[in-house]
């Protein structure tokens, strides 16, 4: 039985539509290690269809976070999930060559998908003319947060404290970053400090309007911060409009990668529900889809007899 919380955010964002999804599907990739596969998935009707290009966290693939993608694509979105070169399908460890450039090939996937849509579209029968390429989001859960949130204006400091390139992308608009890490800096361990070089972000350019998704529980391995290390783009970015502070929540917030998957140490549907839902109201609201349904679902949250979180806004 749906929480009254629920049943107040699904009057927000609708009842979902069925939904065709495609995968794998190639994209070109020239110098790729392995060819780039994606997962398409879309309303079956509707026309002028926001994208939403969606970053896996370490070690997943395409058919991970169906949670997520299968609800967006529901609810009116085009959803395109890269695998990285950091999958488990593809077995590049930490020793292998290929290792220290994941992150920057990472972003490059991403591109790739937007320069690539009409590929995209071609995928799925029926989608050609339907999307809407001026209303595209960029999202990701952890090491995928990571991803999006460079082309939201993020950017990386070197060893040496000099912020790096900026790899935005103008056709981005909106952002969602779920359990995304933070600063890098003393707090680090070590291992992450030697290991990944993108644990080193600066928010200061982060100006596009984003979604901040963090759990009061997520203790990370990499940092000796707590929880809050999670909320830095949030405290940071100029273009981070909002925070999301789910209670109880760990790494998985309730189980976005998947249900009953073993990464999901916080199993709770009635989270993963609400992130859901509250997530699909921002994309709509941002993307210009529905100016209202982000105001009315941060007061939907904030008036739940027994709320599951808090939204802070700037």
Known sequence: MPSSLVIALDDIVGDGDPVVSVAPVT??????????????SAPATGG????????????WNLDGYAPLAAFWASRGFVVVQPTHLDSRRNGFGFDHPVFPSI?????????????????????VPGLAGRVDRDRIAATGH???????????????????????????????????????TGLGGDDLHPFAQANFPFM?????????????VAGDHDQSRMSSRGPDWFTDAYAHGPGASDLLTLHGAEHSLGGIVGYEVAETTDEDPERVAVVQRLSTAYLRTALRVDG?????????LRRAADPIGHVDSK
């Not at 002028?48 to 070690?59: A, E, K, T, Y």
């Not at 082309?151 to 000099?162: C, F, K, N």
């Open 27 to 40: 994209l070109s990739a020239p110098g790729r290690a392995v060819p780039l596969e994606v997962r398409v």
């Open 48 to 59: 002028d269809l926001p994208v939403v290009v969606f970053s896996h966290g370490n070690g």
């Open 103 to 123: 992150w920057t090939e990472r972003i490059a996937d991403l591109t790739r998908v937007l320069d690539q849509l009409d590929t995209v579209e071609a995928a």
């Open 142 to 180: 952890s090491w995928g947060g990571q991803t999006a949130q460079a082309l939201l204006g993020a950017r990386i400091v070197d060893e040496e404290g000099h912020v790096g390139d900026d790899m935005s992308d103008g056709r981005v608009t909106a952002g969602v970053l779920l359990a995304a």
């Open 200 to 212: 080193r972000p600066s928010f200061g350019e982060l100006a596009t309007p984003t979604l901040v």
């Open 292 to 300: 209202g349904a982000w105001p009315a679902a941060r007061d939907a």
